[in-house]
């Protein structure tokens, strides 16, 4: 694995650690956030632990791989997360370009800047192709940032019970 840092003008991108569980509660526990994240449901402790073990299991796919905390550079604040997440679709091995930002950081481009980074990254360093980005039909702004990173919309599928659209690089 390459193992190099993640940045972008204004982020940095790194690993989740438990210290920062509190933050990853404040996203899922916020309904506007996770508004189109799975079945659109905030989620407790219990269940924000099994998410915190689910984001450490996505790095066992190496250290370029899973959600990564995004630090904004300046003031060290943690805007969201984002990374390149493994999934399986239709039986596909994909690389999904994933992001999430809180809401007092929404409107501000982190989205945009982090999954155009992901995307630099994941293509030079990785030397991957394809991309994708799975996003909920009335997700308008997440459909934005994948047409905004050159992904369009390659097909509809149901996965785990939602409708979502798979976006593509190609």
Avoid: C
Avoid at 98 to 111: C, M, P, V
Avoid at 121 to 147: C, E, H, M, T, W
Wanted: aromatic residues 10%; charged residues 25%.
């Amino acid at each position: 694995m390459l193992n190099l840092p993640i940045t972008s003008e204004r982020l940095f991108f790194r690993p989740y650690t438990d210290d920062d569980f509190e933050f990853l509660m404040s996203l899922l526990s916020d309904p506007e956030v996770v508004r189109f994240i799975g079945n659109g449901e905030t989620k407790d402790i219990n269940s924000g632990q099994d998410f915190l073990n689910w984001i450490y299991s996505t790095y066992e796919f190496g250290e370029d791989v899973g959600l990564l905390a995004l630090v904004d550079k300046e003031d060290r604040t943690l805007v969201g997360h984002a990374g390149l997440v493994p999934q399986t679709i239709e039986g596909n091995e994909e690389m999904e370009i994933g992001y999430w930002i809180s809401r007092k950081h929404l409107g501000k481009g982190y989205a945009t800047e982090s999954a155009k980074t992901l995307l630099e990254y994941g293509s030079k360093l990785l030397d991957r192709k394809r991309f994708i980005s799975l996003i909920q039909p009335d997700n308008v702004a997440s459909i934005k940032i994948a047409n905004k990173i050159g992904m369009e919309l390659d097909k509809n599928i149901v996965l785990r019970g939602q409708d979502v659209q798979v976006y593509s690089t190609v």
